[in-house]
């Protein structure tokens, strides 16, 4: 699959390096204005249907300007996937965790992964559709491995003051508490179209303070001592 979407995506590339924008007042506004409509294209129809045309003609750009920033289709994508990851875990390091008690911490930041996921539909697509890639695009970023070590650190963390506080039970791995958190709170929202037409009397609650409050309980006890 994969050497089809290459294909795809080299029959937009430019032959050559383009040049320069003539005129660029902003470039930093134009920059996000590409990404937040690529995010949405991209989301809703992947790389190999993403279309830069259509990104284009909503930033109100070209593509010769994309091509300038970002280099070609595939470099566009792969900076979508940095920007919505960085975002995911920007907001999550203004959370303080350190501040609250162990449990408190870890309940909070299963809700914030709760609520983040149920409200960002366009990052759980970006996602399944990278999955389906292989992760071979994200392979090519420079800098997401190191977006995602903040993440990890809170839970170690958090995990690792409930366990010296006698709350948590030992031998657990942050990486696979971070695992389990995703799971339960990511399959809210990139199963939320199947589950509701299998389970359809369920399928209203599925992003509900209930289900909020359930996932939570769930984490929460399998870390507890």
């Known amino acids: 699959m994969n050497q089809s979407v290459h294909s795809a995506g080299s029959t937009t590339s430019p032959a050559k390096p383009v040049a320069a924008p003539s005129r660029t ?4 506004r134009t920059m996000a204005g590409i990404l937040a409509v690529a995010t949405k294209e991209f989301a809703a129809k992947g790389l190999s249907g993403g279309r830069i045309d259509a990104i284009a003609e909503a930033t109100h750009t070209s593509k ?3 091509y300038y920033y970002y280099g070609s289709k595939e ?10 990851y960085r975002r995911m875990r920007q907001i999550e390091g203004q ?6 008690e162990p449990e408190a911490a870890l309940r ?6 709760f609520d983040r996921h149920a409200d960002n539909e366009d990052f759980i697509r970006l996602v399944m559709n990278e999955n389906i890639e292989q992760g071979s695009y994200l392979a090519q970023s420079k800098t997401i491995q190191q977006l995602n070590v903040p993440a990890i650190q809170a839970i170690r ?3 690792d003051r409930g366990v010296q506080q006698g709350v948590f039970r030992p031998g657990l791995d942050p990486v696979d508490i971070h695992a389990s958190i995703s799971a ?4 809210n929202v990139s199963n939320r179209h199947t589950f509701g037409l299998i389970f359809k009397d369920k399928a209203q609650n599925a ?13 929460v006890r399998f870390v507890r001592k």
């Open 184 to 187: 339960l709170t990511f399959f």
């Open 95 to 100: 959370l303080h965790l350190e501040d609250m």
């Open 108 to 113: 909070r930041l299963v809700e914030f992964t």
């Open 157 to 159: 963390q958090l995990y």
């Open 75 to 84: 470099g566009l994508y792969v900076a979508v996937l940095e920007e919505s």
């Open 25 to 28: 007042n902003d470039p930093a």
């Open 64 to 66: 010769r300007m994309i």
């Open 207 to 219: 992003q509900s303070d209930a289900r909020r409050t359930s996932i939570t309980e769930m984490v």
